[in-house]
């Protein structure tokens, strides 16, 4: 019977694959005859695909899709176990698309070893509303890890509240997998049940699992006992810690600083920076004393967060607590007094700076003159006065102070420090004068300006005859076009003071490093990227994280140099506000082996400028998208208040995915109207002569615009292969950017879409205001020439 049967089953297969209708009526009657020895002719036709033409193949899928049925299903299954890919995905769609058999008849083969498990749950996933989710969840356990995902996805798709039960009996599940697709999706339903299954599974030993029970309880927007999840602020999976930091600063409990408490006293750094950050995410003034006492934290980064916590309370109660806290024994708590203080303007605190402008630390005597200058206090003049004669390393401090202040009786002081030999003090009298005189007293000031200069350096003496063009220009009220024409002035660099020593002990020597050596028990040299005057860049893997970084570490002659250090200080505390993309995230300030280093995120890249030596114009398309990219990662820079000041190609960073970054805010400053004091010795010249702004060569102000101006000059190489002031001397280089004439971009690349070099110029206006007003004002512009 079976061969008459295969016999018979072989001609009606032949006649159809003949028939090129097959809802002919001759075609209906061969598959009404074949639907009674389908048991043959089903793995017939499936064993046919392989060697089929597509056209066969088609007639071949058309006949099976007619043979389908509960009956016959066991066949097409057997026909899943194939090797051939084309045969597989032939019945995947056939079985995927009829409804002529119940798919719950499929799930009882999940886990079958001989099946494709992937293929199954595809077919399942087209049934699914056809499904028993009580059926899938029970046969979940047989199905690998792997697949898991897209089971639960299937399940998740038909899932209603009946089916919780059944969720929470297997939300402690032996596969780790299993449960942490349970919790997600019991994350839907909310309820008392749910909220206590979830919570309980914050403690699993998975971190998966407990990532998602977190995230479903935030999601739930559930209240778990507050004790459970600060516990997460101690898990060492970052990730968890970040997202448990959010979670306990969202519910905002009266009592959070109680379970916080003995997580500030654990002995991992990371454990009590993740308590600091909850208080700065809730702080108010009940958490003012704990703040206090945070202070005294060992480490650094902790108390910078706490200090930041209690500025941003403010208050007469903070104000109170840092007036006490000014005379205190500790250098970094006079020093947070002082921050704090800075920021709240309280009149009440007159009294205290006036007092710690005595204050051995520089720190604290710096900040307290800049305090006095923002409340405006013209009658702290004569005492501001007395200390520019007393104490040398506060004299520029104390320049810009009284030029603020605008207090006239200042300027006899002021024209003896053109005296000094200090190159930066001398630059800081400039500008105060260049500020505060008016013509009755025009003809002594440029009389002794002028006597300085003739005994200075050619720097200081460029820098003389441009403030004295300035007053004169200004008292005759010149035009604003003829003073921008008429300065020449330069920046000079500033001196650096006598290195102090450092303590013996074992100090890290990185010319000696080598490949495998781990600092700290954590890091792992692999190799030095870069050297510069202010740092050493290493690549080092994070053991600790199993992730590669950056460390940057202070050259030690820069260390000694209290400005500079101030500067890397600044690095840090500037750079971390900017969280984009297309920026190198910086991480942490670290001591290691006697040296001072920032961690920074690893970006495995390579300078534009190694696009640009060629001397040939990038593709004009390319450039566009590298500058687009560029111009949203400093938009956000700015928005947070940072200038990059050394915007340049060898600064920005691209790899082959077409990724680009903007790296090294190293000499980063405030952006005008920030808080905080620039700290950057005035008068020392920053950055990088080819790319730098006409305001920052003479010494004003900068803003956003300075770091527009930068990326045009990036812009106008890109686009013509070479630097629009090719001058060898520094001085003239300077100056022509100070002149603005730089070639015609459209004559260097007549390729250049009409109005590209329009657009460019605009960056590269001499005075700011003819600039484009923003990053992405100027991105906007640039997205018109793109296809």
């Known amino acids: 019977m079976g061969v008459i049967s295969q016999y018979r089953s072989e001609r009606l297969i032949e006649r159809l694959l003949k028939e090129e209708d097959l809802s002919s009526q001759t075609a209906r009657d061969a598959l009404t005859r074949l639907q009674g020895v389908a048991g043959d002719a089903v793995p017939a036709l499936i064993a046919r695909m392989p060697q089929a033409s597509s056209e066969e193949l088609r007639q071949l899928a058309g006949i099976l899709y007619r043979l389908l049925h509960n009956d016959t299903l066991e066949h097409f299954v057997a026909g899943l176990r194939t090797d051939q890919r084309r045969t597989l995905n032939t019945l995947v769609k056939i079985l995927g698309h009829s409804t002529r058999y119940d798919p719950n008849r499929l799930v009882a083969h999940l886990g079958d070893g001989s099946l494709p498990t992937a293929a199954l749950i595809d077919i399942l996933s087209r049934h699914s509303q056809r499904l028993n989710a009580e059926g899938l969840l029970r046969h979940a356990a047989r199905v690998g890890s792997a697949d898991h995902i897209a089971l639960f996805k299937v399940i998740a798709s038909i899932a209603d509240e009946s089916l919780v039960p059944r969720l929470l009996n297997r939300v402690t599940a032996a596969d780790p997998s299993i449960r942490g697709n349970v919790v997600r999706l019991l994350a839907r339903f909310p309820g008392d049940a749910v909220t206590e299954a979830l919570a309980e599974r914050l403690a699993d030993d998975h971190r998966n699992v407990r990532l998602a029970a977190l995230e479903g309880l935030m999601e739930l927007g559930a209240t778990p006992d507050l004790e459970r999840l600060a516990t997460l602020l101690r898990d060492p999976d970052l990730v968890i810690q970040a997202s448990a930091i959010d979670a306990v600063?969202?519910?905002?409990?009266?009592?959070?600083?109680?379970?916080?408490?003995?997580?500030?006293?654990?002995?991992?750094?990371?454990?009590?920076?993740?308590?600091?950050?909850?208080?700065?995410?809730?702080?108010?003034?009940?958490?003012?004393?704990?703040?206090?006492?945070?202070?005294?934290?060992?480490?650094?980064?902790?108390?910078?967060?706490?200090?930041?916590?209690?500025?941003?309370?403010?208050?007469?109660?903070?104000?109170?607590?840092?007036?006490?806290?000014?005379?205190?024994?500790?250098?970094?708590?006079?020093?947070?007094?002082?921050?704090?203080?800075?920021t709240s303007r309280d009149p009440r605190s007159y009294e205290y700076l006036l007092q710690a402008l005595e204050d051995p630390d520089w720190w604290v005597r710096e900040r307290a003159i800049d305090a006095i200058a923002a409340m405006g206090r013209n009658d702290a003049v004569p005492t501001l006065v007395d200390l520019l004669e007393r104490d040398e390393q506060a004299r520029p401090t104390l320049l810009r102070a009284l030029a603020s202040l605008g207090e006239r009786s200042a300027l006899p002081a002021i024209l003896a420090c053109l005296e000094t030999e200090d190159a930066v003090v001398r630059i800081e009298a400039l500008r105060a004068l260049e500020a505060l005189v008016e013509e009755t007293d025009a003809e002594e000031v440029c009389t002794r300006i002028e006597r300085a200069a003739e005994r200075g350096n050619t720097d200081f003496r460029d820098r003389a005859r441009a403030t004295l063009q300035q007053i004169r220009e200004r008292l005759s009220h010149a035009s604003a076009e003829d003073a921008d024409e008429g300065v020449h002035g330069t920046m000079i660099a500033a001196p650096g003071e006598a290195p102090r020593r450092l303590a013996p002990g074992t100090q890290l020597d990185i010319a000696t490093l080598q490949a495998g050596t781990v600092l700290d028990n954590r890091y792992r040299y692999i190799e030095q990227i870069g050297r510069g005057a202010f740092g050493t860049v290493l690549r080092f893997e994070d053991t600790t994280v199993h992730e590669e970084i950056i460390l940057k570490f202070l050259n030690v002659q820069v260390a000694a140099d209290d400005r500079a250090f101030k500067r890397f200080i600044q690095e840090l505390r500037y750079a971390r506000r900017v969280t984009h993309p297309n920026v190198i995230r910086i991480y942490d300030f670290l001591r290691l082996g006697g040296l001072y280093a920032i961690s920074m995120e690893y970006f495995d890249g390579y300078p534009l400028n190694r696009e640009m030596d060629s001397g040939r114009p990038m593709r004009t398309e390319r450039a566009l998208r590298v500058l687009r990219e560029i111009c949203f990662g400093m938009a956000s820079a700015h928005k947070s208040g940072v200038i990059h000041r050394d915007l340049k190609p060898a600064n920005i960073l691209m790899n082959s995915a077409g990724e680009v970054k903007v790296v090294d805010f190293g000499i980063a400053a405030a952006a005008a109207g920030s808080e905080d004091t620039e700290l950057t010795a005035t008068g020392a010249f920053v950055g990088t002569p080819a790319y730098t702004s006409p305001e920052q060569i003479v010494g004003r102000s900068l803003d956003a615009r300075s770091d527009i101006y930068a990326l045009g000059i990036v812009m106008y190489r890109m686009f013509s292969g070479r630097l629009p002031y090719q001058e060898t001397q520094r001085r003239e280089m300077l100056n022509r950017h100070l002149e603005g004439r730089p070639p015609a971009l459209a004559d260097l690349n007549p390729d250049l879409p009409t109005g590209l070099d329009e657009v460019v110029a605009r960056a590269m206006a001499v005075k700011p205001s003819r600039r484009h007003a923003s990053m992405t004002d100027l991105r906007t512009d640039l997205e018109r020439f793109m296809q």
Do not use: C, K
């Open 249 to 342: 600063a969202r519910q905002r409990h009266p009592r959070t600083i109680d379970h916080l408490v003995p997580i500030l006293q654990d002995e991992s750094e990371y454990v009590r920076r993740a308590a600091v950050e909850v208080i700065n995410a809730i702080a108010d003034s009940s958490l003012i004393n704990d703040l206090l006492a945070i202070l005294r934290d060992e480490d650094w980064w902790v108390r910078e967060r706490a200090a930041d916590a209690l500025a941003r309370i403010g208050g007469p109660r903070v104000v109170d607590a840092m007036l006490q806290l000014i005379r205190s024994d500790d250098e970094f708590i006079r020093r947070t007094a002082i921050e704090v203080i800075n």
